[in-house]
């Protein structure tokens, strides 16, 4: 009879216990419960200028594309256009590259009689005295309306940009092959854009051209 009460102490004890401890367990989440998603999604970062933020329009999708748009071209211009324009002036580049060098290393009497030596910019001047630079402009005018044309189709989405179905060797037949080349002309189009920049400014600086300047090198 004395023991019942001692009982009912313990037992009252130990449910307290339970109970005081439960309040310090983690709670348990149902399976069927959805947590919140968060509402704030955080941009990506270029790969190219890790500190700017990944241009919208540049997804990866186009040969070359690292995401580089640190003044937001992309973001005001059709980015097909912009592609049309990169493409352009990277094969004019390289033409332009090759141009200068070889003005170094080769010369002809017919050469030499249109344009007296001339290298460079000086080689312009020489041109439009001569009258030479007419005639190309005339000829590569004439280009530019094809080129205007086929721009429209590229806007409207029926053309590739820059494409011009002009293969005669053939070297896009794989269309892994085809993947290679595209990507070898974009790396060495921006190559020959910076290049022939860096030729012309030392050209002003020196009055030399490329391959004479790194032959015949002298301080300033």
């Known amino acids: 009879t004395g023991r019942k009460p001692v009982r009912m102490l313990r037992s ?3 449910l307290s216990a339970i ?3 439960s309040a310090f367990a983690p709670m348990s989440i149902p399976s069927n419960r959805v947590a919140p998603k968060s509402s704030v999604t955080m941009q990506a970062m270029s790969d190219s200028v890790p500190f700017l933020k990944q241009p919208e329009k540049l997804d990866g999708s186009m040969v070359g594309d690292v995401g580089f748009d640190p003044l937001g071209f992309s973001n005001v211009a059709d980015i097909k256009f912009l592609r049309e324009a990169e493409i352009k002036h990277g094969r004019v580049a390289m033409l332009a590259a090759a141009g200068s060098m070889v003005q170094d290393i080769a010369t002809a009497p017919a050469y030499d009689a ?4 001339a290298k460079m910019t000086a080689l312009h001047d020489a041109l439009v005295k001569q009258g030479a ?4 402009l005339c000829w590569i005018g004439f280009l530019e309306v094809f080129g205007t044309m086929a721009l429209f189709q590229t806007l409207n989405g029926n053309r590739a940009p820059g494409d011009f179905k002009f293969d ?3 070297f896009g037949k794989k269309p892994e092959a085809l993947a290679r080349y595209e990507l070898a002309e974009m790396k060495n189009g921006r190559l020959a854009m910076l290049g022939v920049g860096g030729m012309v400014h030392g050209y002003f600086v020196t009055g030399k051209g490329p391959i004479e300047l790194l032959t015949n090198f002298q301080g300033l």
């Open 19 to 21: 109970g005081a401890a």
């Open 168 to 170: 005669p060797l053939g």
């Open 12 to 14: 009252a004890a130990l």
């Open 133 to 136: 630079m007419g005639q190309l």
């Open 114 to 117: 249109i344009a007296g030596g």
